[in-house]
């Protein structure tokens, strides 16, 4: 069964290093989501895209973070100089379509700010 | 702003009963409904979601979920619990006036199944 798969599964960086986190969704999809989850909490969203471009974003995604599908495969979320408060699991997901189609997620990376 | 409410942080039920774990929801129009699972150290499953039609949706191992317009609930049921049921649980909308763009999830519950 196709899945959706996440590197690293977990990074450690200093704080104000960048990071980088991968994501290479189902093939056949065409949505692409960003989410993350504090200390097994509330699942929050980030960031849609679609047709290489975001789609919608909350605000937690500021101009620290960025995302881009560099080669039609890999899905990438950047953040640029991390702040403790960015410790977290990141969840990507994708999926087929945007309205009535659910979402198919990662198994996550997990994020540890220093 | 459409949200989504699970008002239980926790349900204890034992193994071979009936389990709910409820979700209200407040949005604009017809939103579209999903329930999904996570274990331990693990991503997100999806469990069932309702869109139009039928009230009572079945999804995955057993679980289903009865649509409310009336009370904005879909609340998730199992007619018996089996302690691999153990997880937490989130219900999420898609809602009509964000052009159902993104899924929101609630809080979520844990649900503890004892032997």
């Known amino acids: 069964e196709p899945e959706v798969t996440q590197t690293p599964s977990h990074q450690v960086t200093q704080m104000g290093q960048e990071v980088i986190l991968r994501c290479v969704p189902i093939s056949n999809h065409l949505y692409f989501y960003w989410y993350r989850q504090i200390l097994g909490q509330k699942v929050e969203f980030l960031v849609s895209f679609y047709n290489n471009e975001i789609s919608e974003k909350s605000e937690i995604f500021d101009d620290q973070f960025s995302v881009e599908r560099p080669d039609g495969s890999n899905f990438t979320l950047k953040i640029r100089s991390t702040k403790l408060e960015d410790s977290a699991m990141y969840f990507c997901?994708?999926?087929?379509?945007?309205?009535?189609?659910?979402?198919?997620f990662g198994e996550g990376s997990r994020l540890t700010v220093l | 702003a459409q949200s989504v409410a699970q008002p239980e942080d926790q349900v204890n039920v034992a193994e071979g009963n009936p389990l709910t774990v409820k979700c209200t929801y407040s949005?604009?129009?017809?939103?579209?409904l999903f329930w999904y699972v996570q274990y331990p150290n693990r991503g997100l499953q999806f469990l069932l979601k309702y869109i139009t039609g039928d009230n009572l949706v079945k999804g995955s191992y057993g679980f289903e979920a009865e649509f409310n317009k009336s009370q904005t609930s879909f609340h998730l049921k199992k007619p018996s619990a089996l302690v691999s049921d153990s997880a937490l649980y989130f219900c999420?909308?898609?809602?009509?006036?964000?052009?159902?763009?993104?899924?929101?999830f609630g809080t979520g519950t844990r649900l503890l199944v004892s032997p």
């Open positions: 997901a994708s999926s087929p379509e945007s309205r009535t189609g659910e979402l198919f």
């Open positions: 949005v604009s129009g017809n939103p579209y």
């Open positions: 999420a909308v898609r809602a009509p006036n964000t052009g159902f763009q993104k899924l929101v």
